[in-house]
């Protein structure tokens, strides 16, 4: 199986997890990207009475196009549940590291204010140690790149503004915000993702020290369901 059909399988699985009249945290990536079309179908095949809320500019294009109803996080209210990918997950702790896709800012304010926040990974992103070879993206104020970037030299985090692929010029996320991508020994998730906010400049850090719950999408028949 390719790492599309593992991302599928737990994009399928995740979708029943929907009720009628939840409110949907819907995340941004490649597999959560499936999860909404899946959603979407189910929208228009059962008339499953939902709303999402999008946490990426790519998310709500993607949404809406499947005809997925969708609400600001103020019209929302409460959040039943959000569901997003991420780029690894520690075996253990469940501790994340997401935000290769640049969207890591609102992602965090949606998974965390959920009811309940359930990750979708292929088992490629499961690893024994967080960021031993996945850099943690930092959003960072734009006028304050040089001093934010300064100091990253200084904590020997070989920092690197993330540039973008489509224009000339650094990433600009959907806040108008720059990334910089740093390497940090992470032995407490929960310390360093406090550490790394606290760098003046710093709006926000790929670090996620709580989910809920991790579907693995593996070579198994069975999607294995990871839990704390
Ligand atoms: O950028 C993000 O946080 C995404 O969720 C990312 O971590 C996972 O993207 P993928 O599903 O395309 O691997």
Same mark, same amino acid.
């Given at each position: 199986?390719?790492?599309? !059909?593992?991302?599928?399988?737990?994009?399928?699985?995740? @979708?029943? *997890?929907?009720? !009628?009249? &939840?409110?949907?945290?819907? /995340?941004?990536?490649?597999?959560?990207?499936?999860? $909404?079309?899946?959603?979407?179908?189910?929208?228009?095949?059962?008339?499953?009475?939902?709303?999402?809320?999008?946490?990426?500019?790519?998310?709500? &294009?993607?949404?809406?196009?499947?005809? $997925?109803?969708?609400?600001?996080?103020?019209?929302?209210?409460?959040?039943? *549940?959000? #569901?997003?990918?991420?780029?690894?997950?520690?075996?253990?702790?469940?501790?994340? $590291?997401?935000? /290769? /896709?640049?969207?890591?800012? &609102?992602?965090?304010?949606? !998974?965390?204010?959920?009811?309940?926040?359930?990750?979708?990974?292929?088992?490629?992103?499961?690893? +024994?140690?967080? /960021?031993?070879?996945? +850099?943690? +993206?930092?959003? #960072?104020?734009?006028?304050?790149?040089?001093?934010?970037?300064?100091?990253?030299?200084?904590?020997?985090?070989?920092p690197s503004i993330r540039v973008s692929g489509g224009k000339m010029g650094p990433v600009i996320t959907d806040n108008g915000n720059m990334i910089i991508d740093v390497f940090t020994k992470i032995d407490?998730?929960?310390?360093?993702?406090?550490?790394?906010?606290?760098? #003046?400049?710093?709006?926000?850090?790929?670090?996620?020290?709580?989910?809920?719950?991790?579907?693995?999408?593996?070579? @198994?028949?069975?999607?294995?369901?990871?839990?704390?």
């Amino acid at each position: 199986e390719t790492q599309d !059909d593992l991302k599928l399988k737990v994009a399928q699985e995740a @979708s029943k *997890l929907v009720k !009628d009249e &939840m409110v949907i945290g819907l /995340g941004s990536g490649s597999t959560s990207n499936m999860f $909404i079309k899946e959603l979407g179908k189910r929208v228009l095949e059962e008339e499953l009475y939902i709303y999402g809320v999008p946490t990426s500019f790519d998310a709500k &294009m993607l949404a809406s196009q499947c005809g $997925i109803p969708l609400v600001s996080l103020d019209q929302a209210g409460q959040i039943d *549940l959000a #569901v997003d990918g991420a780029d690894e997950v520690e075996e253990g702790t469940l501790s994340l $590291i997401k935000g /290769g /896709g640049g969207c890591h800012t &609102m992602e965090k304010v949606i !998974d965390y204010c959920a009811k309940e926040f359930v990750v979708l990974v292929d088992e490629s992103k499961v690893v +024994p140690s967080l /960021g031993e070879n996945t +850099p943690v +993206p930092l959003e #960072v104020l734009p006028f304050a790149y040089s001093t934010v970037l300064n100091t990253l030299l200084e904590m020997n985090t070989a920092p690197s503004i993330r540039v973008s692929g489509g224009k000339m010029g650094p990433v600009i996320t959907d806040n108008g915000n720059m990334i910089i991508d740093v390497f940090t020994k992470i032995d407490e998730a929960a310390v360093k993702e406090k550490e790394l906010n606290n760098i #003046v400049g710093v709006v926000e850090n790929g670090i996620f020290s709580k989910c809920d719950k991790v579907l693995v999408g593996n070579s @198994s028949k069975k999607v294995k369901v990871l839990k704390k």
